[in-house]
């Protein structure tokens, strides 16, 4: 069974820097994509950035484009989520995903797993 957990939210001032960390485990297949969501209260979930397991793919949404990336550490199967020049708008619940296939989406019913969920919080 696949299990992902969060990390590494917490409170920045604007224009500073963060990184969230999603270990996972349990996957018995080599092709999957992980994508990292995000969602403001009373808003929906909306993509923010994605990786493909297999050559190291990566998509932003326009919004974060050249502010964030999407590393990921094999050794430690973990994806993160390096966060640059942090805006207030960038501060609500990031949840990274697992999909079951190769390809990366930002329609969030083709993800199966789900993180719990870490709070960012951008404020002077």
């Known amino acids: 069974q696949v299990q992902l957990v969060e990390s590494g939210g917490g409170l920045v001032q604007p224009g500073g820097s963060l990184r969230l960390s999603c270990a996972a485990s349990g996957f018995t297949s080599d092709y999957y994509a992980i994508g990292w969501f995000r969602r403001v209260p009373g808003k929906e979930r909306e993509g923010v950035s994605c990786?493909?397991?297999?050559?190291?793919?990566?998509y932003y949404v326009e919004a974060v484009k050249g502010r964030f990336t999407i590393p990921r550490d094999n050794a430690e199967n973990t994806v993160h989520l390096h966060m640059n020049s942090l805006k207030p708008e960038d501060a609500p619940v990031y949840y990274c995903?697992?999909?079951?296939?190769?390809?990366?989406?930002?329609?969030?019913?083709?993800?199966?797993?789900w993180g719990q969920g870490t709070q960012v919080t951008v404020s002077s």
């Open positions: 995903a697992a999909a079951p296939y190769n390809g990366c989406s930002w329609v969030e019913e083709l993800y199966d797993t």
């Open positions: 990786i493909k397991s297999n050559d190291g793919s990566t």
